[in-house]
C-alpha cells in the first residue's frame, strides 16, 4: 500500500474548499484544481481566513494557518494533478461532468492513483463506470461544512477493490475524519434521510400545519436537535434543496424525495434562505459556514 | 391565568407530579381536561363552561375535531399534547391545537399556563400527528427499513445521523430505548388517518407489537 502525500481536491466551491482546508491541515500536499482562477482565489481567501480564525480562536498554534497554507496549491490545469496519491473530486452532481473530469484525470494521473467522489446523491458504481480505473475509485461524501464536520461516508463501488477501499478508509481517518462504511444506494445514509425529511417539513408548513418558528421550536425541544429543520434548511438553501430532492427523486421514485411545490416557489420569490436574507425565517447576514 | 385540573383516566402528558399540576387550584378560571378519557369527558359535557377564558382537551393520536366539531364549535377550546417518544418521560413540549375558530385569546391564555411552568408551547392546526408525530414517523419507518435492507449497521446508521445532523441519539437505539411497540401504535394510527404508505408501521415496528401484544419480551 503506497503512502498518500499527495492530493488533488477538484472544484473550489464551498464543498471543495471545506474538503481542501481539511486535507492540507493533515500536512498533506494540497493541488486544488478549478476551471475558474477567480473561483481559486476565493478559495484561497475563505481557506486562509478560516485558519487565521482557528488560531484567533486558539484551536490552531500561531503561524500554524500560514504553514498550512503553504502546502496548498491552486491551478487551472489538470496536468497540474499528476503527482497525486489521492484525488478527491467535488464537482457538480451530474455524471457525465463526473466521467469527463475522471477520464482526463485517468490520463495524467499514474496507476496507484486513488479517485475519491465527494458525490451525495450519484451512485460510485456508475461514477466510477467512467473513470477508466473503476477499482481505484471510491466514495468518499464529506458533510458540509466539511473544515467543521468530522463524518465522511465511505462507499465501495461494485468494482472498487478492497485494497483500494482499505488505503482510502485510511487516508481518511488520518484526515482526522472518522468514516463510516455505508452501501453504494442514493443519498448513502445522510441524504438519504435527511433530504426526505426536509421535505416532509417543508410540506408541513405548506399544509398550514403549523408556522416556521413553531416546528423549529417544536423539533428542537422534543427531539434535542441543535437547529429546527428550517433553520438547517435556510442554510442549505432552496435552490441546493431542489437540486437534492431532484437528484434522489430522479433515482429513486419515491414521493418524499419530491420537490415540494412550495421550494419551487421561494425559488421563484428569491427566498432561497441564509443566501439571499431570508428563507423560511429572515436574517440580516449572509456570511459563510464556519466564517 | 388561574386553572383547575379534572382528570379522567391515565395521563400521558402528565403521568407523575409537576409544576403544571401543582400550579392549578379548584377555583380556577380556565380548565385542562387530562387523562386518556379527556376527550371523552368533555363530550359527556363534564366542562362545558363558555365563560371560561381557556378550556384545554388531553389528546393522545386523535385530533381535537373528534371531540368539538371541524367545522364550527367553542371559541375557548384548544387540545394539547406533550410529546413523548414510548416508555420516556414526557419532554417540555406542548403542542397546543387551535381550530380555525378558536380565540386567538384562548390559545394565548392556554399557551401562558403552560408556559408559567416551565414548558415550550408549539401551537399548530389541528392535523393528525400535530408536530413531531407527523414529521418522526415516517423517518423512523424509512429507518427500520433501510436497516432491513442493509443500508448500514445500525451502529454506523445511528452515528452517520449523529455526527452528520449533531443529534443526540440515532434512531434506531431511540426506537429500541423507548419501545418499538409505541412506534408501532403511533405510526398505525397515523396510517389509518392519513393513508399514506410513509405512515405504515415499519416490519421491525410490527413485529415489535405482535411480541408485544402475546407479552413476549
Known amino acids: 500500500m503506497s503512502e498518500i502525500k499527495t492530493v488533488g481536491v477538484v472544484g473550489s466551491g464551498t464543498m471543495g474548499t471545506g474538503i481542501a482546508i481539511v486535507v492540507a491541515r493533515a500536512g498533506l500536499k494540497t493541488i486544488v484544481l478549478d476551471a475558474r482562477q477567480d473561483a481559486l482565489d476565493r478559495a484561497r481567501e475563505q481557506a486562509a481566513a478560516f485558519l487565521a480564525k482557528s488560531v484567533a480562536r486558539g484551536k490552531l498554534a500561531a503561524g500554524q494557518d500560514e504553514a498550512i497554507m503553504a502546502q496548498w496549491q491552486g491551478t487551472t490545469q489538470v496536468q497540474d494533478l499528476k503527482e497525486c496519491d489521492l484525488v478527491i473530486e467535488a464537482v457538480f452532481e451530474d455524471l457525465g461532468v463526473k466521467h469527463d473530469l475522471l477520464s482526463k484525470l485517468d490520463k495524467v494521473c499514474p496507476p496507484h492513483t486513488i479517485f475519491a467522489s465527494n458525490t451525495s446523491t450519484i451512485s460510485i458504481t456508475e461514477i466510477a463506470g467512467g473513470s477508466g480505473r473503476a477499482d481505484r475509485v471510491v466514495g468518499m461524501h464529506f458533510c458540509l461544512p466539511a473544515q467543521l464536520m468530522k463524518l465522511v461516508e465511505m462507499s465501495p463501488g461494485l468494482a472498487t477493490s478492497e485494497e483500494a477501499f482499505a488505503q482510502a478508509w485510511a487516508f481518511c481517518e488520518a484526515l482526522g475524519q472518522k468514516p463510516v462504511k455505508t452501501r453504494d444506494t442514493p443519498g448513502f445514509i445522510l441524504n438519504y434521510f435527511l433530504i426526505p425529511w426536509h421535505n416532509d417539513v417543508i410540506n408541513l408548513v405548506d399544509q398550514g400545519v403549523a408556522e416556521p418558528a413553531d416546528i423549529d421550536l417544536a423539533v428542537k425541544t422534543a427531539l434535542g436537535y441543535p437547529l429546527g429543520p428550517l433553520e438547517l434548511l435556510d442554510m442549505v438553501g432552496m435552490d441546493t434543496q431542489k437540486l437534492l430532492s431532484d437528484a434522489m427523486h430522479g433515482l429513486t421514485h419515491e414521493p418524499r424525495a419530491a420537490c415540494p411545490p412550495l421550494v419551487k416557489r421561494m425559488i421563484g420569490a428569491g427566498k432561497l434562505g441564509r443566501k439571499s436574507g431570508s428563507g423560511f425565517h429572515a436574517y440580516g447576514d449572509n456570511k459563510i459556514f464556519g466564517a | ?217
Open chain 2, 1 to 217: 391565568m388561574s386553572y383547575q385540573i379534572i382528570q379522567r383516566g391515565e395521563s400521558l402528558s402528565f403521568p407523575d407530579a409537576h409544576d403544571f399540576l401543582k400550579a392549578a387550584s379548584g377555583q380556577g378560571e380556565g380548565a385542562v381536561l387530562i387523562g386518556g378519557d379527556a376527550g371523552q369527558a368533555w363530550r359527556e359535557g363534564v366542562e362545558r363552561a363558555a365563560g371560561r377564558p381557556f378550556i384545554a382537551i388531553e389528546l393522545d393520536t386523535e385530533c381535537l375535531g373528534l371531540h368539538i366539531g371541524d367545522d364550527d364549535g367553542p371559541a375557548n377550546v384548544v387540545g394539547f399534547a406533550r410529546f413523548r417518544l414510548g416508555d420516556d418521560a414526557p419532554t417540555a413540549l406542548v403542542e397546543l391545537v387551535k381550530k380555525p375558530f378558536t380565540d386567538a385569546a384562548a390559545v394565548q391564555a392556554a399557551r401562558a399556563a403552560f408556559e408559567a411552568a416551565g414548558l415550550k408551547v408549539a401551537v399548530c392546526n389541528d392535523f393528525p400527528g400535530r408536530i413531531l408525530n407527523r414529521l418522526v414517523r415516517p423517518y423512523y419507518n424509512a429507518a427500520l427499513r433501510r436497516l432491513d435492507e442493509g443500508l448500514a449497521t445500525a451502529a454506523d446508521l445511528d452515528k452517520t445521523l449523529c455526527l452528520g445532523l449533531g443529534y443526540p441519539e440515532g434512531p434506531i437505539a431511540l426506537l429500541k430505548r423507548t419501545g418499538l411497540h409505541h412506534h408501532y401504535r403511533v405510526s398505525q394510527a397515523l396510517y389509518q388517518a392519513l393513508g399514506q404508505e410513509p405512515y405504515a408501521p415499519a416490519r421491525r415496528a410490527q413485529v415489535a407489537w405482535a411480541r408485544h401484544q402475546k407479552g413476549t419480551p
